[in-house]
């Protein structure tokens, strides 16, 4: 199977615009109401505050940011240690250099078949596409890959490539695979259990196998990946050649500290006390040994990466690529992961892709985000995602598309916050405004009685805030009043 393009992403010019059309998708809004609702659930469920595992979030801050601080001497020390096991490290220091060093690889070998593990840093570098304009032929394993490369369509999550994907949308997808061209029921098990059928000889067939790895480990110069359908370990071990791709941030400094990053990262990621597989790396088939592939390579990709050590930004890389703070963002929630146009969505997208990403709309991403702070409460190694998109509007190297009258707005915002007797006055004057914006009952609310002071199609510049939402009436008492009246000893 040679699946198409991943990157052909249909999302208009503009995040908003993007939005828009989100919002619309009403089986996308059940998806991910149904989908994030429950990883939201099993995060929370499975680090509970105040508990051992919530805890130990402090230390996995501390091993992430020591590694970030001195990663040159951990990289040195794992690139020396990983090449006196046998692994091939390459170093590429953009995505034209780590496509190329794979091409080669492949080349040397006559790599005609390939399979392929889940790897965000491969997404990032355009590894499949690559391969496929060669004519090789590359098959996604990963469950949510495969559906996704079927459906000619972008990841949209870190961890769950195809959350976006409603089970008949799957039983759409799997229609390329089955041996009579058709679409399977929506029946999970059936599902999974032709895709595994499909696979086997995909394993057995492949030249070349292409992981991620989740971490590598300075002191033993080991790596490894976790998983829960066993592709990483088929796609690792049957071929002759097992090429594995890793940024350059993914290092923990020894072996002693994998326990507390592996808890925390699957336990925020699906709530899994652990993944189903955890396998370590340490090298090339042994002579004697049964399995393994003959050759092994690592390629640690920069693309972008060393430019934020020693800025405010090089706690970005401490990212342990969990997927919790897209779970949590009330903006990821209600658009997916294709809003972004990137292969890293969510919080932390938006931080890492004006930086060292690419996207056509990458200027706009740090603004697209209320600061609510919930992305920081999820992450399990406490990375501070809204300080560093303020740091990205500070900075102004990311205007975004603010208009000239949504910068006036923030402006007189700004003063009026700023001054309570300009306050009290704005108070004073916004209920009659708000009341001749309002311009009547939206199709949401169509049916019901809706009465109740909502404004629910503004016009001006309240219209775009109206498009998708309905925006509250003012209090009818405003709380300062009641405030006073309460310490008057009257009721409110
Ligand atoms: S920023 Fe934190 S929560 Fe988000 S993916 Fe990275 S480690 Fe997970």
Not at 108 to 136: P, Y
Not at 142 to 161: F, K, M, N, T, Y
Not at 167 to 182: F, P, S, V
Request: aromatic residues 4%.
């Amino acid at each position: 199977m040679t699946g198409g393009t991943s990157q052909s992403t249909k999302s208009g010019h503009h995040f908003s615009d993007n939005v828009n059309r989100a919002l619309r998708d009403t089986e996308l809004q059940q998806r991910l109401r149904l989908m994030l609702g429950l990883t939201k659930r099993v995060r929370y469920t499975a680090i509970p505050p105040g508990t051992p595992t919530d805890m130990a979030r402090d230390k996995g801050k501390l091993i992430r940011a020591e590694v970030v601080a001195h990663l040159d001497q951990y990289l040195e020390e794992f690139i020396v240690n990983a090449t006196a096991r046998g692994i091939h490290v390459h170093l590429a220091r953009t995505s034209d250099d780590a496509r190329r060093i794979v091409l080669e690889i492949a080349n040397k070998h006559g790599v005609r078949r390939v399979t392929k593990g889940k790897s965000m840093v491969s997404e990032e570098c355009g590894i499949r596409e690559a391969m496929l304009a060669e004519g090789m032929e590359v098959t996604e394993t990963d469950l949510g890959e495969l559906l996704v490369q079927l459906a000619e369509e972008p990841p949209s999550h870190l961890i769950g490539p195809a959350i976006h994907m409603n089970h008949r949308r799957m039983g759409e997808a799997l229609a390329k695979i089955t041996d009579d061209g058709k679409a399977l029921p929506p029946e999970p098990q059936l599902m999974m259990d032709v895709t595994r059928r499909w696979l086997r000889s995909k394993f057995l067939e492949a030249d070349m196998g292409i992981t991620g790895a989740n971490f590598g480990i300075a002191e033993t110069g080991t790596f490894f990946i976790v998983t829960n359908e066993g592709n990483g370990r088929m796609t690792s071990m049957l071929p002759r050649v097992h090429v594995a791709m890793m940024g350059i941030e993914r290092l923990l400094p020894t072996l002693d500290s994998m326990p507390t990053i592996l808890q925390l990262l699957t336990r925020a990621g699906t709530g899994q006390w652990i993944t189903v597989y955890v396998s370590m790396f340490a090298g090339p088939r042994a002579c004697g040994e049964l399995q393994g592939p003959e050759e092994q390579h690592l390629v640690l990709v920069d693309n972008g990466r060393s430019k934020l050590l020693g800025t405010q930004f090089a706690e970005a890389l401490e990212c342990i690529r969990c997927g919790a703070c897209l779970n949590a963002c009330p903006v990821y929630e209600k658009g997916g992961g294709h809003l972004y146009e990137s292969v890293y969505g969510g919080p932390i997208g938006k931080v890492v892709t004006p930086l060292y990403g690419s996207s056509p709309i990458a200027n706009e991403l740090p603004h697209a985000s209320s600061l609510c702070a919930a992305c920081r409460d999820a992450c399990p190694v406490k990375i501070d995602i809204p300080r560093m998109l303020v740091g990205l509007r500070r900075e102004n190297k990311f205007p975004g598309k603010l208009g000239r009258l949504e910068n006036l707005g923030v402006a007189v915002a700004s003063r009026v916050l700023a001054s309570p007797a300009l306050y009290r006055f704005a108070a004073r004057i916004a209920k009659p405004l708000m009341a001749r914006s309002r311009r009547g009952v939206s199709s949401r609310s169509a049916g019901k009685s809706h009465d109740d002071g909502w404004i629910t199609q503004g016009r001006g510049p309240l219209s775009q805030w109206t498009l998708n939402r309905d925006l509250p009436p003012l209090a009818a008492v405003p709380f300062r009043e009641r405030w006073r009246r309460k310490k008057e000893g009257r009721s409110g």
